[in-house]
Nanobody, 118 residues
Framework: QVQLVESGGGLVQPGGSLRLSCAAS????????MGWYRQAPGKQRELVATISNTGGGTNYADSVKGRFTISRDDAQRTVYLQMNSLTPEDTVVYYC???????????WGQGTQVTVSA
């Protein structure tokens, strides 16, 4: 079975940093683009960052450019989101997503809560 397991969320003060991890199993990791999304209460889920299956291309939401960095470690079958300069507006549930480069399948993780508060 496919599993995407997020970790690294928690409580952090404004201006602080967190690193989220998403460990994948049950997929051929190199055949999947990976992404981080987030969803605040009452809002639609939005894209935060994506990284191509090769790691050669990344995309970021304007709201996180310059603050967040997505990366992947194929040996560990893990995608990361380094989050710096966090603000209360970043207080949402973050979800990991895997998308087959062949367009045949996509999977979501269970989500991890990030809370930015003094």
């Amino acid at each position: 079975q496919v599993q995407l397991v997020e970790s690294g969320g928690g409580l952090v003060q404004p201006g602080g940093s967190l690193r989220l991890s998403c460990a994948a199993s049950g997929i051929i990791f190199g055949w999947y683009a990976m992404g981080w999304y987030r969803q605040a209460p009452g809002k639609q889920r939005e894209l935060v960052a994506t990284i191509s299956n090769t790691g050669g291309g990344t995309n970021y939401a304007d709201s996180v450019k310059g603050r967040f960095t997505i990366s992947r470690d194929d040996a560990q079958r893990t995608v990361y989101l380094q989050m710096n300069s966090l603000t209360p507006e970043d207080t949402v549930v973050y979800y990991c997503r895997a998308d087959s480069i062949f367009g045949r399948s996509a999977y979501w993780g269970q989500g991890t809560q990030v809370t930015v508060s003094a």
